[in-house]
Nanobody
Framework: QAQFVESGGGLVQPGGSLRLSCAAS????????IAWFRQAPGKGHEGVSCISLSDRSTYYADSVRGRFTISRDGAENTILLEMNNLKPEDTAVYYC????????????????????WGEGTRVTVSS
């Protein structure tokens, strides 16, 4: 399975913004559907956004739609997650991963085929 490195997390006040980056080395991300997941303390992994391989469609969990934007940066071979109007409930470790396909199920991005996780990047939203 492809390996990714997440970065860009940090401490931000409610209402603030962060941009997360998902990088890969040795292969092009253009050939993968990529999703961002997060894991808050005591909870499982939740899918928050996904960008498809075929038509570059984007998908969002209900809780982040309108606040988060996922995109591809082909020049840098990265997947970006722009997060605006952050809320304390967005606090979590964020991970990117290759998925078999993008889909929203019960308000969350489906975990389709992810069986391992990288180190992630921590996002803390607090005043």
């Amino acid at each position: 399975q492809a390996q990714f490195v997440e970065s860009g997390g940090g401490l931000v006040q409610p209402g603030g913004s962060l941009r997360l980056s998902c990088a890969a080395s040795g292969f092009s991300l253009d050939y993968y559907a990529i999703a961002w997941f997060r894991q808050a303390p005591g909870k499982g992994h939740e899918g928050v956004s996904c960008i498809s391989l075929s038509d570059r469609s984007t998908y969002y969990a209900d809780s982040v739609r309108g606040r988060f934007t996922i995109s591809r940066d082909g020049a840098e071979n990265t997947i970006l997650l722009e997060m605006n109007n952050l809320k304390p409930e967005d606090t979590a470790v964020y991970y990117c991963a290759e998925v078999d396909f993008c889909a929203v199920v019960h308000g969350w991005i489906r975990n389709s085929g992810v069986d391992s996780w990288g180190e992630g990047t921590r996002v803390t939203v607090s005043s």
